[in-house]
Each structure stands twice: as structure tokens, then as C-alpha cells.
């Protein structure tokens, strides 16, 4: 079993859906990030989050320590988030290594 | 704006070659990190370096060296390429103890 688990693997939504990404991890973390790729193309750090919840933009990121789960929600999707969103975390106190999920690949179609 | 810039974005070599990639990052960051990324697989990290001169091995080392003679620039090598090294990969950078990462473009490397 994999420490970081992603669900759903690929997504479909119309424009203007509400979007949710869900994360969960199996060990003590210090941080988690919710990264961005777009196809063929670099990582963009999106959150870090150790509790609570960020918001920026249409973009909000929660975390509950207590279950182990993150989630990452989109609100008024458009076709240009669609990109693969990876969610990946700090464990152990260290900050030299990330685990990552296999990421949410999101389509949204005009 | 804040950068790591890997130096190609396409490479094809053939098996067998020398073959080096080299990242370098404007943030005066201490970490820095490679990453190889895999279809099916996610992301898998081969080296990563906390400081000058020094390094640690990841999860998947072989095959792989790394050479940091300055703090700006972290070289990835590939001893002699095979097929098997075909895949996309990614630099990155980060502060010292601190969490925020910072990613490279990628560099896809196809061997033939």
C-alpha cells in the first residue's frame, strides 16, 4: 500500500463544476503540498499545509491531521485547470524527502 | 520571479552514452533535489544534496551519480544511458528547514 493514496485517479467535469480532490496518507506528516502539472510541463507548487485550510483563488486546500486527509477543491472549474494535481507530503520531520501520490489527472471541458 | 532552470527540455542520446543534466536555481536554496517521473509510478526522488559537495542516495540511486561543486547548480549523470532511463525528469530546490518546494520545467529524456 502505497503512504500517499489519491482518489479520484481521473476526473471529468464540466466548466463551472465544483471540483474535489481527496488525499490519504498512512504516516505522521510534517507538511503536506498540493501540487500542479499541466501536460508536458513543469510542477507548480499550489499549497503547503500543515492544519486548517488555505484558500487562493478558486483553489482551497484542507487538512485533517486526526483522519489523515486533505483534500483540494476547485469552485467554477475551467478548461484551464485541467492538469494532473499531486498531492505529497513531508514525513518524519524532514524536510529533504517528499512522497508523492500518483496524482488526479482533471479534465474540464468547455 | 523566483527560478530553477534545467537546461534542456528535450534530449535523445543512445544507449550507452555519458549523459548530464544540470539544474541550476537563483534562490540561494541549500536543498536540491532530482526526481524522476514514470508513468504509473509518480514521482520517484534519485538524489538529492543538503549542501555543497554533499549528497544522499533516494529511493532509486543505481544506475545515477550527482556532482555539486556550487550551490547554485546540481548535475544529475547518467553513467552510460540505457532504455530503461527513458523518462521525464524533474529538478527541484528548497530552503533549509523549511518546506517550500520549488520545481524545474522537466527535462524528457528519450535513449534510443
Known amino acids: 500500500k502505497n503512504e500517499v493514496e489519491q482518489s479520484p485517479q481521473n476526473l471529468t467535469a464540466q466548466e463551472g463544476e465544483f471540483i474535489t480532490i481527496n488525499c490519504s496518507y498512512s504516516?505522521?506528516?510534517?507538511?503536506l503540498h498540493w501540487l500542479q502539472q499541466h501536460p508536458g510541463g513543469g510542477i507548480v507548487s499550489l499549497f503547503m499545509?500543515?492544519?486548517g485550510k488555505k484558500k487562493h483563488g478558486r483553489l482551497i486546500a484542507t487538512i485533517n491531521i486526526q483522519e489523515k486527509h486533505s483534500s483540494l477543491h476547485i469552485t467554477a472549474s475551467h478548461p484551464r485547470d485541467s492538469a494532473v494535481y499531486i498531492c505529497?507530503?513531508?514525513?518524519?520531520?524532514?524536510?529533504?524527502?517528499?512522497?508523492f501520490g500518483k496524482g488526479t489527472l482533471l479534465t474540464v471541458n468547455p | 520571479d523566483v527560478k530553477v532552470t534545467q537546461s534542456s527540455r528535450y534530449l535523445v542520446k543512445r544507449t550507452g552514452e555519458k549523459v548530464f543534466l544540470e539544474c541550476v536555481q537563483d534562490?540561494?536554496?541549500?536543498?536540491m533535489f532530482w526526481y524522476r517521473q514514470d508513468p504509473g509510478l509518480g514521482l520517484r526522488l534519485i538524489y538529492f544534496?543538503?549542501?555543497?559537495?554533499?549528497?544522499e542516495k533516494g529511493d532509486i540511486p543505481e544506475g545515477y551519480s550527482v556532482s555539486r561543486e556550487k550551490k547554485e547548480r546540481f548535475s544529475l549523470i547518467l553513467e552510460s544511458a540505457s532504455t530503461n532511463q527513458t523518462s521525464m525528469y524533474l529538478c527541484?530546490?528548497?530552503?533549509?528547514?523549511?518546506?517550500?518546494?520549488?520545481f524545474g520545467s522537466g527535462t524528457r529524456l528519450t535513449v534510443v
Open positions: 534562490m540561494d536554496h541549500e536543498n
Open positions: 505529497a507530503v513531508n514525513s518524519g520531520g524532514s524536510n529533504y524527502k517528499l512522497t
Open positions: 527541484a530546490s528548497s530552503p533549509h528547514g523549511a518546506y517550500g518546494y520549488t
Open positions: 544534496s543538503y549542501d555543497v559537495k554533499m549528497k
Open positions: 499545509l500543515s492544519s
Open positions: 504516516v505522521g506528516i510534517s507538511a
